[in-house]
């Protein structure tokens, strides 16, 4: 019995030396960081993370003295992480892959380097509008070859195109038609003038131009019609693990050619992984809105560059909840929510406050005071309006990756007495379908807002037919809506761009005055990129990265 | 013998066809439809019209249910919801990197759980029999997901022996494979070892003691082979759930078998994909059953005297009848 015991004693023992030694072998606590964005983070080492808010167009990388080199630095790579696979990289199939198909399928024209108001000719070599704002003439260059060597004409932007009105239409939505006038001249014709039409032929990859025969040949479903006239072409791809992207040898824009000879796209499907991958130098940049996962790379001592993503409103579903018909209640519920104290609690304060439902500094922002943190003004509103505080009932749908926010949110509304405030928690997919369902109560999200288009999120959500509803402002006051459809149809056929995002900033005021969400926080997209790496540029809001503009210092 | 293989093997379609009706009619249940799934932010009745006769999405259910199969018989699972492109060659190509996976580690189980579990079984109680089922119970109770990270931690950082993730040769497939197999281990080599004692405390055992026969033939042929039959059953039923079952393992070390692309198309609402994947699964599953049923036969020679009994019966009837055996 005695050694039986002792027997046992020993078998314990060792499980727990073992358990200990795993133990030991796990990560260190992440670093804590400055609060503030635009300061450097120290890591326990002392090294200096260069941390750094990056504007559009702006050089990440930091380096201004360097010197760009001129053409492709033989035996150079670099292995860009991603998380999700595309088994069919044709541009107009998934539109997942727009970073990847940016690099391999050139446009039109191009927002260089990232940024939004420096768009430029690409493949055409002029174009003309029309004095209506119909009518768009592409002329073509005559010296841009694909990477299988046929030249590229008006023909393979007409079979592209034909492509994305089959896969893609909303990519085309606004294109009455398009038509090739002989072999390097393209004439494309509007539904009705449209300002954001040239602001989004750059960005929107469906447009990348695929070699016409091949989709003759082959078909639109299938990779070996994938070929482009991009920087990079895709030498090979191994469905669910990696893209190898060569640069291209013939690239006919100076102002894009590539400079590092391999690019990997590394598919790793857990962010965990992907962190430990970096560490030991299996990829070279990763990208991440995770706060923990931010907290974790400074601690491994990474360069971090920092660029603006969107803002997610909460938006309140008027349709499932009575309450949030009265705006009396939107709006004490808008005042009582102190979100500096959410975002210093949950994002360490670097997710900064937006005063409005598109973030500050983009052309579309109207600043709104509906969202000022008064917590007594909310509770007297309520009262003033005849409400108890324990009638307020509704639940915050959260996928996981705002879970802790809106946990956040919850507690300081039960705290302020609205007890029956409630928040679940349900996995990415099932959130979406409840959104796109419409059976949600209140729920964050940006709805599709892109500086190329700002339109989108009313398209989507205020729409009769839009397929991702958070606008109800038809319910919650339909003058309101008559107004809000006049500027939406006004914005949509507006004939330039300023007057276009004038017309989004009155519509996004309009919104915000009836106070159809609760506010929110500007995300920040965190790239860590190894610091040999040159002319980091990250399209804002998009969050692209060209990998055309990078190179190594090999000094 | 023959018979009743060709009768199993016959079933298997009847089986598949039942599964992805089942699997079918829960898909179309559910609330989303796949229609709007695929339609951009602004449409019209005829863009949504044309979008589900595209994808055959206008047809009845048992419609097309019927083209479906009809597909599927020739490699055709349709095209994905989510990818809008075929999902025939992306499940496919996932297949062989799934069952290498189950395969490996299956052999690596039996090899190591079936002799620890019985040298367990003979040394009941023992220092050894203790540490070894202290170990079992550890090992069985981490999360393969933890044991995953902590195994890249330990081998690909710190020591530098194997890649974090990826298929890089031969390297790639050791950490994967033991973050596989040590919870499945755990448990197999506790049921060997119960399976054993069963056998090991059966009077035919004491009986070929008595008769003078050496320990590591009693073990061996009398005892190991026995407790055998239950083995062997769950040794399919582990080699079959592993095909489908190691989604934690694929997303960790980044390896794109089939479980995490079943996952993908749950998230993604894609119902080709889901149907293309469970059907490769069922008939793994219903496959090795298969294989189980002739293992038994070949291993349990009751299982094989009872068809040689049929046989030699029919043959008696027909003597009989024919008046031959007077």
Known sequence: MKRKAWKLIAGCLVTVMIFASLAGCANKEPAQTSGDANTDAVTPEGKDAVVETVKGGEDASGGTTDVEPTGIQAGTSFRFWTNYDLPVYLPWIDNRGTALCLQVYDNLLVKYKGNSDDIRCNIAESYTISEDGLVYDFILKKDVYFTNGNQVTSKDFIATWDAVTKYQPRGVANVKSYEAKGDYELVVTLNAPSASFLYELPTQSVYGVVDHTLIEKYGMEDNRAAVGCGPYYIESYVSGEKFVLKANPNYHNPERAPHIETCEVVIIPDVNTAMLALENGEIDCMNTVNIEVYNTLVDMGWDIHIVEDRVNPFWLNVRQVDLFKDIRVREALAHMIDWQAVTDLVYDGMYPVAGSYWGDGVGSYPYSDKYTYDPQLGIKMLQDAGYKLEDIKFTILADPDFTDMEVAIVSQLNELGLVNVDTVTYDGATCYGMLKSGTYEVFPCHNGYGLESPLTPFTMGMLENGTQPVMFLKEANPEAFEKAMELYNSANTAATWDSYVDYVSQLTNLVQEEVLALGGVKVMRFFAVGSKYKGVYISPISGYMEFNHLWVDEG | MLKYILKRILIVPVLLLFVAF?????????????????????????????????????????????????????????????????????????????????????????????????????????????????????????????????????????????????????????????????????????????????????????????????????????????????????????????????????????????????????????????????????????????????????????????????????????????????
């Open chain 2, 22 to 326: 089942f699997v079918f009619i829960l898909l179309n249940l559910s609330e989303a439809d796949p229609v709007l799934q695929m339609m951009p932010a602004e449409y019209t009745q005829v863009e949504y019209d044309a979008m589900a006769a595209r994808f055959g999405l206008d047809k009845p259910l048992l419609v097309q249910f019927g083209n479906w199969v009809v597909n599927a018989v020739q490699g055709d699972f349709g095209i994905s919801y989510k990818t809008k492109g075929p999902v025939s060659g992306d499940v496919l190509y996932r297949i062989p990197i799934s069952w290498n996976l189950a395969l490996i580690t299956t052999l690596l189980m039996i090899v190591i759980g079936v002799p620890l579990g019985a040298l367990c079984a003979v040394k009941q109680y023992s220092t050894f029999d203790n540490i070894t089922n202290v170990l079992a119970k550890f090992m069985g109770s981490i999360p393969g997901f933890w044991l995953g990270l902590m195994l890249i931690q330990v081998f690909s950082i710190k020591l530098g022996w194997f890649p974090t993730f990826g298929m890089k040769g031969w390297r790639s497939w050791v950490l994967p494979v033991f973050t596989f197999l040590l919870p499945y281990l755990a448990n197999y080599l506790r049921q060997v070892r119960s399976a054993m004692l069963d056998c090991i405390r059966q009077d035919y055992v004491r009986t070929a003691r008595s008769k003078g026969a050496k320990e590591s033939v009693v073990i061996y042929r009398d005892a190991l082979r026995n407790a055998l039959l239950p083995i062997i059953t769950l040794t399919g039923g582990i080699f079959a759930s592993m095909i489908g079952g190691a989604v934690m393992i694929e997303k960790v070390f980044a390896f794109p078998g089939i479980g995490y692309k079943i996952l993908e198309g749950i998230n993604n609402r894609d119902m080709p994909t889901i149907l293309a994947c469970t059907m490769i699964l069922s008939l793994f599953t219903i496959g090795a059953q298969l294989v189980i049923d002739i293992s038994y036969a070949l291993v349990d020679p009751r299982i094989r005297a009872t068809f040689a009994g049929k046989k030699k019966v029919k043959k008696l009837d027909a003597v009989k009848a024919t008046g031959g055996g007077e």
